[in-house]
């Protein structure tokens, strides 16, 4: 229990040294990492049910070598490609955000600074270590965030690739 005491202060003192737009930052990397937690659930559990049903259903046609059959199998193909695109765009736009945010942290963290040499002069250090601390804080959140996002998702896009030609696969030798 003292450790998550602990543990909250830590992020709360965190979040006091960034700023308020390093909230921000945070909910918007935890959103994206619960998106991207789905996206792999899916990829392990209903993507291999929807192969399974897709195939199924394609092994009852009778007809297999007509235009319309390929058709039909072209359809399944491209809607399960769908399925295992998800919600990849909006995981991409949340990834260019977390650096367009930690700038946004940058400029706001700078505007304190110069509000504290505009009161107080350049010679105090001490008062404008506190702004530049709420100008770079954001834009390190920013790029990690972001770092984390791109190798995620470009994971995700090859799996999602991946996935879709080994069903085209599998449905073409079962002609």
């Not at 979040?15 to 990397?29: A, F, K, N, P, S």
Request: with cysteine.
């Amino acid at each position: 229990m003292v450790f998550m005491i602990d543990f909250y202060s830590a992020i709360q003192d965190f979040i006091e040294t960034g700023g308020q737009v390093l909230l921000i930052i945070g909910v918007l990397i935890f959103v994206m990492w619960l998106m991207i937690l789905e996206r792999v659930f899916y990829y392990v559990k209903g993507h291999r049910e929807r192969v399974k049903y897709v195939r199924s259903t394609w092994q009852a046609r009778a007809d297999k070598s007509s235009w319309n059959a390929e058709q039909i199998r072209q359809a399944m193909i491209s809607r399960t490609a769908i399925a295992l695109g998800g919600n990849l765009p909006i995981l991409q736009a949340l990834v260019a955000l977390c650096p367009l945010l930690g700038l946004m942290g940058t400029v706001t963290g700078m505007i304190e600074v110069f509000d504290v040499m505009a009161v107080s002069g350049t010679g105090n250090a001490r008062s404008m270590a506190a702004g530049v601390s709420k100008a770079t804080i954001p834009t390190m959140a920013g790029m990690v965030g972001a770092l984390s996002g791109v190798f995620a998702t470009t994971w995700l896009q090859r799996t999602a690739k991946r996935e879709r030609l080994k069903l085209e696969e599998r449905l073409l030798l079962e002609h």
